[in-house]
């Protein structure tokens, strides 16, 4: 009770001195919530959680290796027997030693059971190696399953869990403690299991010694326990209060080591003030590992001390027992044996028990988030209609035949956002059309093209591939269906291929005829064709013979991958961005060309607005809601914001053109600027 009520005041010391120089980080209070909601558990309840987990980790190790699960817990049995019968020989031994008589005709007596004592412990020992050789195999196998099963989760869960912050907390503490802890804690409910074994023998050894020295074990284990759980809750909690620091620390950390922000850090000559941010979460983390390096050493103090006075009254009963005569020397003897020999294991027993309730914590985040990513994995429910039919591959068959993609009414918010981005949202795409999305910066366009893309799934309205809608399409067979040209594409940090193909090997028939065309289609070629070692140039400057590439270089390959990808909708937002004049000219020419030749709908999202003439309808979009529809022409007619974009840039142009045919004669792309 008394830590109970300590702990949020320490939380608040914590936190005052350094709120203000940080801004919100370490004043913020989302954590403390979640801190005293554990703290408020109480010792009882984490025993009772306790075993939980440890059934929740040795089902993880029985999954990961039953043979060496198996083999540890029945050597581990095996060795306790042999403690056991080791101590009780030892008794045989003692009371022939302490018989009257001659020493050589005592010692004589006490050779049988000597060596019976000696084979005690030389098999127990064999045992005991077998058993740990176990449990050495079990941690990385456990490690990797935990591993793969955090990343199967973090691959599939929705694109807006990427966007809630809490949920990104949560996966922060599952990958860096929880992943880890997974291991440990086999080890430790291993080492448990083997202490728990080694108390069991020395108790048994004990109780048919004399009963009352049972009591008097226990006693002298209790302070131990008290101060390692203790400290180990302290240092739980402590770890969850610097969650928030520690993230922020790292980004920092990230800003100042990283490659890609090495020049703007320079430019901006902004290395005073991150050192400044960087010294105060540092300075944060030190004063609150201090304080838990205080508290834990106190309890340590009073632990030790209590232990003393225990282990004094142990030895005052066992000198009574002796002096009333109730117990003979030699069992005495081996109860001091006994006692020392389960102390050893109850302590063996405390620690685990403190590792695996501090483990056991981080582990519970870990399944706990695991839990949490599940329920964030779209599963399809069961699929009808025409496209439900003929297993995944007829369902991709059939989205590739579509007809049309309409969006309807089309609601969506970020996570902590205050307004939806779209708000009833409805666009029609028919199949080999080229639709474009416009607006002003932050109106809905790649929202909406992440709808349609099946990253998001729209909190009101539907968007239907031929009537069914896409929550009734398995999410994997719906993302093949669509190739994205993404605004804020990765830098892939593998080979020129990988780039394009995404995993497709070169090799594979028509892969590489296929990438050919992509590579020309986008312009990437040329880029290729300057690289050391062509498509096999690994694209990552952070390894040996890694090349860097420019950004436009770069959206050209972002380009390749999508005209590469054959799949019956391309999504392009914002995909001439970083290209030079001549290769955005080119690019919107192949996107046209494209759709044609393969009868691919194109969804274009750009800011270029002479590029989107040529589209078949232009969906305007201003603060979420679509305010205009329809062509080119139609949209000019209208003289709403369309035409007001499209003047302005057009005017842009009109005050300084260029001599007529120098777009037709040099190949440099001039914005078509007619009305
Ligand atoms: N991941 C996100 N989390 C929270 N809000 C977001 C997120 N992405 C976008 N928003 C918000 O949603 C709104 C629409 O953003 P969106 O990126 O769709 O606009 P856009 O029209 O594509 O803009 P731009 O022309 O600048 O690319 C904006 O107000 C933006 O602040």
Redesign the pocket.
Known sequence: MKLRKRLPRRRRRAAEPAAAPMGPALSEHKWYRKASELSDTGMLTMARRLPVLIGQVLRLAWRAGRRDLAATIAFNVAAGVFTAFGLLATTGVLTALFSAGPTPDRVRAAAPELLLVGAAVAVRAVFATAAQWAQARLRPQVQQIVEQQLFELTTAIDLAA??DAEFQDDLHRARLRGVDSAPSMVDNAVDLFTAAIGVVAAAGALGVLHPLLLPLLLLTALPEGWAAVRAARLGYLTQLDLVEVRRRGWIMTELMTERRHAAEVRSFTVRDFLLRRHADLASHIRRTLLDLARRQTMSQVWGDVLKGVATALMYTVLGVLLWRGIMPLAVAGTAVLAIRAGQTSLVNLVYSLNRCYEDGLYFSDYVAYCRMAEQRVHRPRAVSGVHGKGGVTGREEALGRFREIVAEDVTFG????D?P??DKVSVRLGRGEIVA?V????????????ILAGLYAPQGGHVRWDGTRVEDLDPEVLRRAIAVVA?DHTHWPMTAADNITMGDDLTAPGVRAAVDEAAVASGAHEVVAELPHGLDTLLDKRFHDGRELSGGQWQRLAAARGFYRDAPLLIC??PTAALDARAEHRLFGQIRDHAARRGRTVLL?T?RLASVRHADRIYV?DR?RVIEHGTHRELMDVGGLYAELYELQASAYRAEAPPEGVAAGNGHAQPDVER
């Open positions: 990427f966007d970020y996570p902590d956002g307004a981005s779209l999305l607006g002003e910066n932050g109106s809905g366009k790649t929202t909406l093209a992440k605004q937002d914002e999202i800011h979009l979420g």
